[in-house]
């Protein structure tokens, strides 16, 4: 793949120099209410070329291709246009004009970075995401975003689906909506599953690798997901989008909009549901969701209110599949079986199940059931022609369980006593429990943003918000019946999380070529958790930390054709729920800090885009998992002194003709521990062996991520596109022991679609998505752990396996 890297670089290098042409552009942008110039505005000239104003409002283009014929401009706050370029040699001033049209792109421009910040980020564009969108979730939509690597429990990319950005997971992901957080503030996690189709809503999303810029909610510890769904369409609309594919997947949706009433007001609905088997047995989703957004477009000020819910309803496929029948090894197999002392019913699955398909859960309501609604205020006020000022307030509901058969266990683990029958005491039973999670999350946000029009434009924001969230459970049904009443609660317990966040950034033009950006954050964190856990423990949590996040980068444009940048960000992160819940005592556990060093190189010319970043995060008191189970058996994470990751990655657009363009990326990196102590339970004893690997790997953090999208357009609508994928090996926890590993994985994807343009429609589209397109076997995910028992040592391994070659097709209506 170095290789293939190389040819990479040299393609953009070699053929962007030979595309360069012959014509030179240039003028000016300005206000036209004051005339004012206006720096820092976005020119783009084609599918490759851009750049932006000077300090005086100008602009210029070098070597442009003659068949290129319009250039087009926008700024935040301004109505864009498209400017033929043959106008610009009698009329060479461009005047833009102030609207609240664009103010949906207001609020999220203070929580966004841009090229004068300096940091490594990637839009998709709400025409990439259709492209894709056949029913599959939105982490398997941005599958094709430099350093992401997908997964998804039940294989076929709906229902439990998650992401990772450089090795980082999920709950290290910053997740905004709308500049809204959206993480699970207890978990930190963002669950997919809760906003089905979402993407059907979504206008646009950066991925910003790294710390990035500071934003609301957890901070950022590998990347963040900044999505907008707020989109101005001037004219009614109506789509019909409808898709089908292997494991009896289906999605329908359905959206409308008002279009501009009364030049103020828009209104926007989408309705939407989901369902599969899935892959894996009996991993079945059910999934239904809907959008509902009103806005309000005065001169000065703009309102929206949004209002969207998920509901789901998901065949657990949490366990995996063991190593032994992942491999198809039957003498491992019945080993496994022996050793975990499996049931006849158990054994006979684990024995006849298709390796790849294999799902331990066989009760048939072993599913998890939750709903989340979310409510959504959002304001721009225009104060002056410099300054804007942005104020949201959000409120999240969200409620439910997962359902669970429970062989033999002890009554008194309950709260139930025993069952006397006769001179029998029954201390043991069959139950079905549930799991509870019942929520509140509400908060605020805001925004005073400056832009002088010259040299400096700067924000001050922030927010707060706090969750409160019930954990509890019920048995609902015993095998043998006590004095337990139906519903019996047996463990409550709370959490309240508080967060505080204030931040200030700035841009400021040194010269017309020379960008620098400052930002600094505070955030302050409160934890109080009380009650008891599952395990019938006492919780007792009452902490509050205390964050102060530095940023800078530098920019500079060499001419129209491309950029050099630099940056260095601190990120501070606090533990997670269960970091203080499962902590041992006298070990309570401590922030995380990320130091992020990121620098690189944008090339921009008439058929080539190619950028390159190198990036060093130095971490301090990483949260790993040390493989060490606490007194109830739960897996504890430690923080572990220092680890980092280090890395490379280059991404490149080449439009090799009319008809051909090819979107790549790849990435090298390296991600260790310095030093990595292993702690081995041994049950004969009860006490842990420990064991010193001194420098170890990174879990889940392959040194190579690679991801390739070779398009070809015939005309009339029709294009063909093949998608590549390729994954390097990944451990599954910190000892860089080779048997404990997912293996690599190139994966090949093909989607054709045709658009056509009835007289009765504005557009019938019809796609059809052949994924993995070669059957290759592979699993995405998995999980490791290991005791010594009888002078011996056990290590079990477990996998989700991935689909092999399965299909969607698509059906969309546009009216």
Same mark, same amino acid.
């Given at each position: 793949m170095r290789k293939v890297a190389a040819c990479l670089i040299f393609a953009c290098l070699v053929f962007g120099g030979q595309l360069s042409a012959q014509k030179t552009v240039s003028g000016k942008v300005s206000d036209a209410d004051t005339r004012q110039p206006l720096p820092g505005a976005t020119v783009k000239a084609g599918q490759s070329r851009g750049t932006t104003t000077d300090e005086s409002g100008r602009f210029y283009f070098n070597n442009l291709l003659p068949d290129i014929g319009t250039i087009e401009v926008s700024y935040v706050g301004f109505q864009p246009v498209t400017v033929p370029i043959a106008e610009l040699e009698s009329r060479p001033e461009i005047l833009l004009e102030r609207t609240t049209f664009t103010a949906d792109e207001v609020i999220v421009s203070a929580t966004r970075v841009t090229d004068r910040t300096g940091m490594a980020y990637t839009n998709v564009t709400a025409e990439a995401l259709k492209k894709q969108n056949l029913g599959q979730d939105l982490p398997v939509l941005l599958n094709f975003t430099p350093s992401m690597v997908t997964t998804s429990d039940a294989g076929a990319g709906v229902g439990y689906t998650g992401m990772r950005i450089r090795g980082s997971d999920a709950t290290r992901i910053n997740m905004t909506i709308n500049g809204i957080p959206y993480n699970d503030p207890e978990s930190q996690g963002a669950f997919f599953v809760n906003m089905p189709d979402f993407a059907s809503s979504v206008s646009s999303i950066q991925v910003q690798r790294g710390v990035g810029s500071s934003t609301n909610g957890a901070g950022a510890f590998g990347a963040t997901v900044n999505i907008n769904t707020n989109e101005f369409r001037r004219e009614a609309y109506a789509e019909l989008n409808n898709s089908f594919g292997s494991f009896n997947t289906w999605k329908h949706t359905v959206k409308v909009g008002s279009g501009l009433l009364n030049d103020k007001f828009t209104f926007d609905a989408r309705l939407s549901r989901v369902k599969s088997d899935g892959f894996v047995d009996r991993a079945s989703s059910d999934l239904k969701s809907f959008y509902l957004s009103g806005a309000y477009y005065g001169k000065r000020s703009y309102i929206r209110a949004n209002v969207f819910s998920g509901k789901e309803r998901t065949y657990q496929a949490w366990n995996g599949v063991p190593e032994a029948k992942f491999r198809n090894d039957r003498e491992g197999i019945l080993a496994y079986i022996r050793r975990n002392e499996l049931n006849e019913r158990d054994a006979d699955n684990l024995l006849n199940a298709n390796p790849r398909t294999y799902n331990s859960y066989w009760y048939e309501n072993e599913t998890d059931n939750y709903q989340q609604d979310q409510y959504q205020l959002l304001t721009s006020h225009t104060l002056s022609s410099r300054w804007t000022l942005n104020l949201n307030a959000f409120y999240v509901r969200g409620a439910g369980y997962y359902e669970q058969y429970r062989e033999n266990n002890k009554l008194s683990d309950y709260l139930l006593p025993p069952v006397?029958?006769?001179?029998?005491?029954?201390?043991?039973?069959?139950?079905?429990?549930?799991?509870?999670?019942?929520?509140?999350?509400?908060?605020?946000?805001?925004?005073?943003?400056?832009?002088?029009?010259?040299?400096?434009?700067?924000?001050?924001?922030?927010?707060?918000?706090?969750?409160?969230?019930?954990?509890?459970?019920?048995?609902?049904?015993?095998?043998?019946?006590?004095?337990?009443?139906?519903?019996?609660?047996?463990?409550?317990?709370?959490?309240?999380?508080?967060?505080?966040?204030?931040?200030?950034?700035?841009?400021?033009?040194?010269?017309?070529?020379?960008?620098?950006?400052?930002?600094?954050?505070?955030?302050?964190?409160?934890?109080?958790?009380?009650?008891?856990?599952?395990?019938?423990?006492?919780?007792?949590?009452?902490?509050?930390?205390?964050?102060?996040?530095?940023?800078?980068?530098?920019?500079?444009?060499?001419?129209?054709?491309?950029?050099?940048?630099?940056?260095?960000?601190?990120?501070?992160?606090?533990?997670?729920?269960?970091?203080?819940?499962?902590?041992?005592?006298?070990?309570?556990?401590?922030?995380?800090?990320?130091?992020?060093?990121?620098?690189?190189?944008?090339?921009?010319?008439?058929?080539?885009?190619?950028?390159?970043?190198?990036?060093?995060?130095?971490?301090?008191?990483?949260?790993?998992?040390?493989?060490?189970?606490?007194?109830?058996?739960?897996?504890?994470?430690?923080?572990?002194?220092?680890?980092? +990751?280090?890395?490379?990655?280059?991404?490149?657009? $080449? &439009?090799? *003709?009319?008809?051909?363009?090819?979107?790549? /990326?790849?990435? #090298?990196?390296?991600?260790?521990?310095?030093?990595?102590?292993?702690?081995?339970?041994?049950?004969?004893?009860?006490?842990?062996?420990?064991?010193?690997?001194?420098?170890?790997?990174?879990?889940?953090?392959?040194?190579?991520?690679?991801?390739?999208?070779?398009?070809?357009?015939?005309?009339?609508?029709?294009?063909?596109?093949?998608?590549?994928?390729?994954?390097?090996?990944?451990?599954?926890?910190?000892?860089?022991?080779?048997?404990?590993?997912?293996?690599?994985?190139?994966?090949?994807?093909? +989607?054709?679609?045709?658009?056509?343009?009835?007289? $009765? &429609?504005? *557009?019938?589209?019809?796609?059809?998505?052949? /994924?993995?397109? #070669?059957?290759?076997?592979?699993?995405?995910?998995?999980?490791?752990?290991?005791?010594?028992?009888?002078?011996?040592?056990?290590?079990?391994?477990?996998?989700?396996?991935?689909?092999?070659?399965?299909?969607?097709?698509?059906?969309?209506?546009?009216?």
């Open positions: 006397i029958m006769g001179n029998d005491t029954i201390t043991r039973s069959d139950l079905i429990r549930q799991r509870w999670l019942d929520n509140h999350y509400y908060g605020t946000t805001f925004s005073l943003d400056y832009n002088s029009f010259k040299k400096l434009s700067f924000s001050f924001g922030g927010g707060w918000n706090q969750f409160d969230n019930d954990h509890y459970g019920k048995v609902i049904w015993a095998r043998f019946a006590s004095t337990g009443e139906a519903g019996h609660r047996y463990y409550f317990g709370k959490g309240l999380k508080s967060d505080l966040n204030l931040y200030a950034k700035a841009y400021y033009q040194l010269s017309p070529a020379f960008n620098v950006y400052g930002d600094l954050q505070y955030r302050r964190v409160g934890y109080r958790v009380d009650g008891t856990d599952n395990d019938l423990i006492e919780l007792k949590v009452d902490t509050q930390l205390n964050f102060w996040n530095p940023k800078v980068g530098i920019n500079y444009d060499i001419e129209d054709k491309g950029s050099v940048y630099a940056s260095f960000s601190v990120g501070n992160r606090e533990p997670n729920r269960n970091d203080f819940v499962d902590a041992q005592a006298g070990h309570i556990p401590t922030h995380e800090t990320l130091y992020d060093w990121e620098a690189g190189y944008r090339l921009r010319l008439n058929k080539v885009v190619f950028n390159t970043n190198l990036y060093f995060m130095d971490y301090r008191n990483q949260l790993v998992l040390t493989g060490q189970l606490n007194d109830v058996g739960s897996a504890v994470r430690v923080n572990v002194p220092k680890s980092y +990751r280090a890395g490379i990655e280059l991404e490149a657009a $080449w &439009a090799i *003709s009319k008809q051909f363009r090819w979107n790549a /990326n790849i990435a #090298f990196s390296r991600n260790r521990i310095n030093r990595f102590t292993e702690y081995v339970i041994d049950y004969d004893t009860y006490e842990y062996d420990v064991i010193d690997h001194g420098q170890t790997d990174i879990s889940f953090s392959p040194n190579i991520v690679a991801g390739s999208q070779l398009s070809y357009s015939f005309g009339s609508g029709f294009e063909i596109s093949l998608l590549t994928k390729l994954v390097g090996k990944q451990y599954l926890d910190n000892t860089s022991d080779d048997t404990r590993r997912l293996d690599s994985y190139f994966v090949n994807d093909l +989607r054709i679609s045709r658009t056509f343009t009835p007289k $009765w &429609a504005k *557009s019938l589209e019809v796609t059809a998505l052949v /994924n993995n397109l #070669f059957d290759h076997r592979y699993a995405s995910n998995g999980y490791t752990y290991g005791f010594n028992t009888g002078g011996s040592h056990v290590q079990e391994n477990f996998y989700f396996p991935q689909a092999g070659t399965n299909f969607l097709v698509g059906l969309n209506l546009g009216f």
